[in-house]
């Protein structure tokens, strides 16, 4: 199968399988529903009534539920106490669903709130700030993943035949629709549309660079969202481990970003592990890695993971704090600290939508290792060398590959200390302790003559898949 490097398919339980024949049953009637009110000018209001009915329903309920607010009513039912009680409940849900629509009004409106200084989401569990340094960190973070990964798309088959249209939900400042319209040009295709869909109005206006570029402000919890099947051929889902845990929500969204992909589209996922673990020296090169993957990485000095590659937690005090404080925060909020660990089941278990799942994960040093040094003196020490011994800081890193590693460092660095509030809580913390932990944690990785760093890694990944045809 071109493009998959290693995946194991999971057993599904009773539950996920009841809960996809339910789905599959609820997307059909919301098909029939949009197709019926498709010459109708409520279309849009009658849908966003349906969405709010569905999530008050989650919210009041617990656990997963199915959408029955589109249901038509059986011709035998009785009246008058039902009558009235159909009445009660009808009052109930347009209050609700008044209330509801209201207040996602209200966030799209005014979607900002300062707090401990930086600028966040209002009402929204997201834990990171959205202010221009956030921003700028996940900009390095995105060139990064374009950088190791090649290109701004992984998926063989986008790159084999041009979308001509291009979802990025949960786009932010958009800079990866930058990037894989950049990307597309260099291909000869130039004109490829892209749409980008937040919650707030991050993203400038692409079109100012020549891109065809439409942006959309919804909710990416509020389902379904407000766009029709099978509108897009690439649907791009970029670090949105810490918008939506991984789940019955998860897996419900999911759903939804396939409903606007075109039969034999192209789903595609990016994600970043929050906590870091360290590879161990010369790790084996994975088997059956695809000959341009191989290139890629020797190039840019990073390795690619496969299920045998040695990995050892942190070794270094500081991430191992980080790491520890990381996971209990995000624990707390029910969200992945490490959701590259667990992309691939998400994608097997779509196989009633989904085909041709490919993977490719690659960890990224955060500074030169030491062992890649002892090789590089062992080389110069050889009785072959003239050059005799040789300094054990000599580098062997060319000057972009450290860069590229510098980079890796700093984002992490950078989202520690975006992190700072929920770190300080559950560390327990005072601003005067944090702030020590905080400088002697500079002074212990930026300086490279220290060699804090003992083979730890920022670790990216990206997962595709072909919407099957039919669906």
Not at 12 to 20: D, I, V
Not at 124 to 147: A, F, G, H, I, K
Not at 446 to 468: F, H, I, Q, S, Y
């Amino acid at each position: 199968m071109d493009g998959l490097i290693y995946a194991y398919h999971v057993p599904k339980s009773s539950a996920q399988q009841q809960y996809t024949a339910a789905r599959l049953a609820a997307l059909a009637e919301e098909r029939k529903l949009r197709k019926s009110l498709s010459e109708l000018p409520e279309h849009i209001e009658r849908l966003e009534r349906i969405s709010s009915c569905e999530s008050a329903s989650r919210e009041s309920g617990g656990g997963t539920t199915i959408p029955t607010g589109n249901r038509p009513a059986h011709r035998g039912e009785s009246h008058g106490a039902m009558d009235a009680a159909r009445a009660n409940n009808t009052s109930s849900s347009s209050s609700s669903s008044s209330r509801s629509e209201h207040a996602h009004q209200s966030l799209l409106n005014n979607p900002f709130e300062l707090r401990y200084g930086r600028r966040y989401l209002r009402e929204l569990p997201y834990p990171l700030p959205v202010d221009l340094v956030e921003l700028q960190r996940q900009n390095l973070r995105t060139l990064l993943s374009c950088q190791v990964f090649g290109r701004a798309i992984c998926a063989p088959g986008a790159t084999k035949k041009v979308p001509r249209k291009v979802l990025e939900i949960g786009c932010g400042s958009a800079y990866w629709s930058s990037m894989c319209h950049e990307y597309f040009s260099s291909l000869g295709h130039p004109n490829v549309s892209f749409t980008g869909l937040d919650v707030a109005p991050l993203a400038p206006d692409l079109k100012k660079q020549g891109i065809d570029w439409t942006f959309v402000q919804h909710d990416v919890r509020r389902l379904p969202l407000p766009f029709d099947d099978e509108a897009f051929d690439l649907v791009m889902l970029k670090d949105l481990s810490l918008a939506l845990p991984l789940g019955v929500p998860f897996q419900e969204f999911l759903d939804e970003a396939i409903r606007t992909l075109r039969a034999e589209g192209t789903l595609e996922i990016w994600e970043s592990d929050h906590v870091l673990r360290s590879l161990l020296p010369h790790p084996p090169p994975p088997p059956s890695r695809e000959p341009q993957d191989r290139e890629t990485a020797n190039r840019t000095a990073t390795f690619l993971i496969a299920p045998g590659t040695p990995f050892v937690p942190a070794q270094n005090k500081y991430l191992q704090h980080a790491n520890t404080w990381i996971s209990e925060a995000l624990n707390r909020r029910s969200l992945p600290p490490l959701p590259c660990a667990g992309m691939a089941q998400v994608l097997y278990q779509e196989t009633e939508f989904l085909k041709g799942v490919g993977i490719r994960r690659v960890a990224i040093p955060l500074g030169e290792l030491r062992w890649e040094r002892e090789s590089v003196k062992s080389a110069h020490d050889s009785p072959m060398s003239n050059k005799g011994k040789a300094r054990l800081s000599d580098n062997p890193l060319t000057a972009d590959q450290a860069a590229l590693r510098q980079t890796a460092l700093i984002t992490v660095l950078q989202m520690i200390e975006s992190l700072e509030p929920l770190l300080k809580e559950v560390s327990g913390k005072n601003t005067e302790e944090w702030s020590h932990w905080w400088a002697s944690l500079m002074v212990d990785l930026m300086d490279p003559t220290r060699g804090a760093l003992t083979g730890e890694c920022l670790e990216v990944g990206a997962w595709w898949a072909t919407k099957l045809s039919g669906q």
